[in-house]
């Protein structure tokens, strides 16, 4: 069985968020994971890239709050 990874739409809006926020939605695999960092009144968005065969971990500002619900 395969890896199932989330639906066109929450895809496109998953990108979309990503690229409001600065961060390439080409590095970041569809099913890497991806949160809010909160730091007192800063927050940050932590999301896996993979650079060939190694997985990384990065950090960029959150300047656009995710939306309180993500499509199916």
Same mark, same amino acid.
């Given at each position: 069985? &395969?890896?199932? $990874?989330?639906?066109? !739409?929450?895809?496109?809006?998953?990108? !979309? @968020?990503?690229?409001?926020? &600065?961060?390439?939605?080409?590095? /970041?695999?569809?099913? &890497?994971?991806? #949160?809010? /960092?909160? #730091? &007192?009144?800063?927050?940050?968005?932590?999301? *896996?890239?993979?650079? $060939?065969?190694? #997985?990384? *971990? #990065? *950090?960029?500002?959150?300047?656009? !709050?995710?939306? !309180?619900? @993500?499509?199916?």
């Amino acid at each position: 069985m &395969g890896v199932l $990874g989330p639906s066109d !739409e929450r895809r496109l809006a998953i990108c !979309e @968020w990503l690229t409001a926020n &600065g961060i390439d939605p080409k590095t /970041v695999p569809s099913y &890497g994971i991806i #949160r809010v /960092v909160r #730091r &007192g009144s800063d927050s940050v968005i932590r999301y *896996e890239v993979f650079s $060939g065969l190694v #997985r990384e *971990e #990065r *950090e960029a500002p959150l300047i656009v !709050e995710p939306p !309180e619900r @993500w499509p199916a």
